[in-house]
């Protein structure tokens, strides 16, 4: 199954609508007005996503924290995203859902979403102005980082299988592909 747009309508999806849909299993997502909706992720997925997450839990400093989907990232009214793994300061947590740039988004590539992750929501987290941007695929395995530089994401590393890269943003972190699947 791959992402996409559900339920046409007249005019635009907005953050209010996703209050109205089911809980599923499902992950509902807003780009620019357009609802996606993805597949619950497989298990290797879930398990780069929980390896990383106790990685980065490990060396997140105390005023900044991690967060694991379902976590909706509010840029603007007609966007809302989940990404798999996100970083941000302690004071920006809202109540329900984060509004303000995100300092990390991370995304595990699976075959459902890899078009979504690697050119749709690479645009969209740049567009709103998220710091760094990482993605993990577990099929090679391999982690790409960009960091945002004057409204431009620059890629600051790309290692393969048992390649290691120490990440400083937001916080310095080393990060071991193969790894991440064990």
Do not use: C
């Not at 989940?82 to 303000?100: A, F, Y």
């Not at 995100?102 to 050119?119: G, I």
């Not at 102005?129 to 695929?137: C, E, F, I, L, R």
């Amino acid at each position: 199954m791959s992402v996409m747009p559900v339920m046409s309508r007249e005019g635009d999806w907005t953050v209010e609508d996703l209050k109205g849909l089911p809980n599923d299993g499902l992950q509902y997502e807003l780009a620019d007005g357009v609802l996606l909706v993805s597949p619950a992720p497989r298990p290797v997925h879930q398990r780069v996503i929980g390896n990383l997450n106790e990685l980065l839990r490990a060396a997140v400093p105390p005023e900044l924290e991690v967060f694991f989907a379902p976590l909706d990232f509010q840029p603007s009214r007609r966007t809302s995203l989940q990404p798999d793994l996100l970083v941000v300061r302690r004071s920006d947590v809202g109540e329900l859902n984060i509004t303000v740039p995100l300092l990390l988004a991370v995304e595990v590539l699976s075959p459902s979403t890899r078009a979504k992750d690697l050119l749709l929501k690479h645009g969209l987290y740049r567009e709103s102005g998220v710091a760094s941007y990482w993605v993990v695929d577990p099929l090679v395995p391999s982690l790409t980082a960009w960091q945002l530089v004057d409204g431009a994401y620059v890629e600051v590393a790309h290692v393969e299988r048992d390649q290691a890269t120490t990440l400083t943003a937001p916080f310095e972190v080393t990060v071991t592909p193969a790894r991440l699947l064990g």
